[in-house]
Every structure is written in structure tokens, then in C-alpha cells.
């Protein structure tokens, strides 16, 4: 049967096949990428605002001397709200997020790996996130920073159960970071189009697969170290503890193990975005693609061996210092190799400057601002001087906003289209950018000063004759500004969602597969699914398309191609709409709350979460051959 | 599709529905749980070894080693019980129904004593998870393990009833690839665990 000749029915039995049911077991049963992507980014949205209304207060707070806006106790729950908020329940999903709805579509699939593992990952951050704010509402927000070193945040000087609420959400959330970043690496590497070899990856979902990796390889060090403290907290055990032989230098090193690779974690994917969008608006191939994706893995590999650069001040052996000052040096590297390759892209194209290469130019610029205090951290003297004061706030910030942020944002408006099926406003996004870049720079720039001034990050309040109140009062004005763009992002979301300019399949004339569907895709992403002859195959059409045939459209069948050059290998059929992801994440979600107040949650988690296994695994009757044809 | 010519056509339709081998999507879901439990392990190693290079004293004056029989018998046990589960895998792939069976009957037994003597070698530990940072990392190797091989264990038995129940699927036969995998993992990653828990503190 030719595939041309019944097109619409082709597209309907597959809608049948892939479609989510409607209502609340719909809702509640979804496997769909696309769908639970959505919510990811939705989610993590909501923590953003909340994670930025603490910032504002915090703003408020110190925007002139002995202010009076909050107390002591509340701001150190304000700053380990934030800062734990943006970092796990924020920035990680939400890149995730990104990859989760991009990657299938770029490389030509239908769904991810592992649906209904994926609709788990999404219940135990929602439940985990939940947790958090439920403690913070009822008075037991963390207040020991995101980082929660001991002995502050040990059983002797943090008693109550702030910490403990701390603890179990790092672990119980970092599962479903970890199951994003599984489900991302088996559908990039065993998934792609026929003729995708890794070769043609496209640079997002490299950038994808790094940080995947670095998850994978990351994520358990911390996991292992809020174990450690809970079980110091609750049970007695002496991991940190240096009386009984054990060691609170410990924590800080399995928490950056984890902490700096977090940060690559956090902005490597936001490069793959950058790649993205200067491809398509300058309109031409990235120049340097091996010495692009090449950077990322070395950022990667690099990232895992300079942790011990937060900690120059603890003490440290010259010869180790000097190791890992160097190393952090090292990322200057990759870094520039990077940013050079954007450079020459965008000299060697004919730029067409729409909002997301707005947000790409200003990236350029505050990353390699963030990148040149990163490697005068980097040098443990002047570290020792600028250890803990506002200069390290300024920097993180800068690599962070500037190198995440910014990409994601350029991010957002590039694939809005893609994702809703309209644009978002340019005059509205231009306003957003240049209202983010000004506020942006107005809050963040006077801290290094105030650094160097000697203001201490952290402290609640300060006393006019510090003379600090004038750039303070500038970050507060900045941070306005701030509040003003997030709004103005807002106000473009809601407006273009109802009366958005209609996209059509590709708005930006973009190379890469998520654009060869319609706005929004269906549910089974692609009618026909492509095979494809080189890096950019929507800018190759001319040579002709080639399409795959032979998949049932009436069974979740996938092609399974080979991990290097993507030849097809099987084909297999994915798992439909079910309710165990959410009842195992309930269950796991009990286990893990119940257990900081008696040991009983744990029996209680295991029995709840073996049940949900059984019935997951538990074989279903396959549907009869006959039935597929 | 604005091409000029009809697209090419790439026809899966002869492709295999499903394997039971490696080349399996669930076969790498488990490579990716190996690597992340891996390196949760590795880091539980780290901690143990930084621990030891900290202190002065490593065990902590005063305190018995623990025992060598119990720990030694478990080591042979889950080594001996690599034998059915390469053997369950073995079969699956051959699709040799009474093989599978056989084997399974067998894992079964062995699995049980590989937790048993686990439980043992608990009940032996002449100190607790609180007496000292010492005890807090052994207890947390041990737990840790112990957790993996229970989990382990109980998903043997899941998939046993499922092979006896009916004629093994394609699924099942894929999930006893799968099974035997992480059960390998499970056992050879108790190999440093022993070495560093049970001998490395006796070479002085």
C-alpha cells in the first residue's frame, strides 16, 4: 500500500495507536514525551517563579543597610530555598525537560526508551518539589545553603527536621534526574532515523548526551552524601563526625563531586541550544561541528576533576591546589573553542537577528564574562581573598543566567513554535531580552565590587558605615528590572498562546527532523518517519527524502537501529498509557517522607514500591498477531 | 515533503519484532541503572578508603575485625550462583524451555543461601552502625549491597513463577537476559567490598 495514497487514514489509525486518553486518566496515565516534557517545563517554571520571588525578597531585604524586611532565620531560609530551588528543582529538570521533548523528534523516533519510566521521573519531582515547599510553608524550610555543609547542617547545630526535608528531597529528586538522563542516552543512541550516524547527531542532542553522562556519574555522589548526613541525623552513624572518627571535610567533597560536574550539567545543554540557533539564524552549517561536539565531551571529562576548587579554603596541600587550579583553568579551553565556533558561524553567515539570536548575542557576552572570573577563582590566592563574598555570587551567577539561562530563554522562543504551533511576539521578545541583559547586568555586576569591597555572601543584613548600601541599592533596582522582563515573558506566553502568529511545520527554514512534522507534532510525532543522508537533512531535500516503511501503525512499534551508524537493527514495541509510574512514585514518595520520622517508612516505601513493581512488570496478554497487520 | 522525486523508501517490515538479546532497549535500561548504582558503590569504596586514610587508627583501637568464615562462605555463594543465572540466560536464548526451568529451580536454592548467609554475616559484625565512623561505613557497604541482592532475589523469584506459570514469552526470555545481567553485577560487585571490608584490614 502506497503510503501517499491514504495519508489521512495512515495519520488516524496512528493517532489511535499513540494518542493519550482524554480526562483525568489521561492525565494521570500519560506515557507521551511531548506531554510529559510540557509538564516538566511547566513545573520548573513554577519553581522559577518561586525561587525568583525569594530572590526578590532577599533583593528587597539588603537594598539598603540594617534593612528590616525579614529576619535572620528567615533569610537563611530564603538563600537555601532559592539556591536549592533553582539548582535541583529548577535548572536541572527544566534542561532536561528540554532534551526529553527535543530529542525524539530530532532523531526521528516516536517516544523515548522507556515511557512509562519517563512518566514516573516526572511524579517524583513534582512529589519531591511538593515536599520541599510543604516543609518551607509549614516553617521548616532548609537554612542551611544549597549546600548544606556540616557541621552546620550535621544533628548538632541544625536539630528540628529543616535539614532532614533537605536531605531526602536531593535524593528522592536526583532519581528522576537520573531516569531523564538514562531515558535521553538510550533514545539518542539506539533510536535515530536510519543513516543518523553519530557523526550527523545533531549538536542539541550531543549536548544531551554529555550531560546525560555527566547525571549518570554525578548525581550518585550526592545521593550517597544526603544518605550519609540523614543517617547521621536520624541514626546515629559518624560519617561527618570528626570525635568518632569521622570527617566533615567528607561532605564537601562528595557534595562538589557532584556540585561542579552540576554546573556543566546545567549549562552543556544550553550550548547544544546555542548551536541550534546560531545554525539556523545565521543560515549555514555550524562551522566546526567534530571540534564542537569534541569541546563538549571535554568539558565533561574535565568538569569531573576540579572540584576540589570550591574548597581552596579549607586547607589544602600546595601541590593539590595547583592540580586543581589548574584543571579549572583547563575549561577555559573547550570554552573558547566553543564560542569562537559561534563566532565564525554567525561572521561566516548572513545572521537574521529574531529574538532567539538575541539571546544568544547576550549569552556570548555574560558567559565569557562568567568564564573570565571562573578562571581568576580559579587561582587559589586570589580565591582565598574573594572566598565567600558577594565576587563568587557575581560569578556563578554570570555563568550560570548568562550560560544557561540566556540559551534557554533563546530556547524558548526558538521551539515555542515547534511545541505549541504558534510564535511567540518578536516586539514583546525583543523587550524581554533587552529588559533580562539590562536587569541582568544592573543586579549582577555590582556584586563583584561589593566583593572585592569585602561583603560576605549569606549575611542577612550589614551596617551603613560598610559603605555597601549604594551598589546594593543598584542590584535591588536591577533586580526589578528583572522581575519586569520575567513579566513581560509571561505576558508573551499567555498572549501568543491564544493569538500567536500560526507556525506551520518549520517558522526558521531549520535544518534539523523536529521540524520536518506539524505544530505541535502528533502523538506519534511523525507520520513518515524519515531516514536520513546527512547533518542537515531539511537544507538536503533537493536529493530527494527518504521515508521508513513497515512499522504497524496499529501497535507502539519502533525502529531500534544500531548504536554508532543507526542501520536499522529490530523493531519494538513500546508501552502505552499506564497508571503504575504514578503509583510507584506515590509509593516511593511515602517511603522516602514516612522515614524521616520512623524507620517504619522504610518498610512501608519498600512494600508500597515492591507492589507497583510487581504490577508494572507483571506480563500483559500481547495483542495477536493478526491484530498488528 | 516538498522533494521533486518520490521519496526513497527504506522497508523495516522485514526486520525481527523484538530480540531477547543485548541489542534489547531494556537491555540498556539496565546499563544505565549499572552504571549509576556503580558508581554509587565506587563512591561508598572512596569513602571507606578516605575514611581509613584519615584516621590514625583503622579499625579503631579496640575493635575485633569482623569474622572471616561468614563473609568468605557468602563470597563463594553469590560467586557459585553466578553458575544457574548464566545458565537461566543461556537457555532463554536457546528458547530451551526445560533448560530455563532446571536452571531456575536451581537459582533458586542458591539464592536463598547467598541471603541467608548475608543475614549472618550482619548478625556477626561485632560492632554497629553507630560505635564509630568505622562501623557508619561498613554498615553502609553491607546495607547497601544486602539491599541490591534482596531486590535481586525477589525479582528471581518473580520471574521463576512467571517460567513455570506459562510457556516462556519473548518478554520473559528477554527479562532473564536482563535479570542474569544485573545479577552479575550484583555479585561481582560484592568482589572489591570484600576484599576492602573482610582482607584489606588484616594485611598489616
Known sequence: VSAAADAPALAGTLGKTWGTPRGIVGVLTSVDHKIIARRYVVTAFVFFALAGVEAAVMRLQLSRPS???????????????????????????????????????MVGTRNVSFPKLNAMGYWIYLFGGIFLYVGFALGAGADAGWFSYVPLAGPQYAPGKRVDLWAQMITFTELSALISAVEIIVTAFKQRAPGMSLGRLPLLVWSMVVMSFMVVFAMPAVMVDSTFLILDRLVGTHFFNPAEGGDALLWQHLFWFFGHPEVYIIFVPGLGMVSSIVATFARRRVFGYTALVLALVATAFLGFSLWVHHMFAVGLPWLGASFFTVASMMIAIPSGVQVFCWIATLRAGRPVPKTPLLFVVGFLLLFVLGGITGV???????????HDTFFVVAHFHYVLIGGALFPLFGGIYYWFPKATGRLLDERLGRWHAALFFVGFNLTFFPMHLLGMHGMPRRVYTYLPETGWGRLNALASAGAVLIAASVVVFLVNVVKSLRRGERAGANPWGAATLEWATDSPPPPYNFRDLRAVRGADPLWMEEEGTVVVEGLSPRSREVLVTSPLDAEPDHVTVLPGPSPWPILLALGTGIGFAWSIFSPWGIVAGAVLAGAALTGWYWPSTPPKPEELV | VSAAAPPAVVDVSSLPRGTVDSRELIWWAFAGIIAIEGTMFAITAATYLYLAVKSTDWPPLGTPLPGLLIPTLDFAALLLSIVPSVGMDRAAQRDDVKAMRLWTAWSLPVDALCVTLRFLLIRNLPFRWNSHAYGSIVWSIVGLHTFHLVASTLESILLAIIVFRERPTQKTRRDLRVDGFYWLFVTLSWVPFYVLLFLSPRWK
Open chain 1, 67 to 105: 534593612g528590616r524586611v525579614v529576619s535572620a532565620d528567615f533569610y537563611n531560609q530564603l538563600f537555601t530555598m532559592h539556591g536549592t530551588t533553582m539548582m535541583f528543582l529548577f535548572a536541572v529538570p527544566v534542561m532536561e525537560a528540554f532534551g526529553l521533548y527535543l530529542v525524539p523528534l
Open chain 1, 376 to 386: 581568576m577563582l580559579a587561582s587559589a590566592p586570589l580565591d582565598l581573598q574573594l
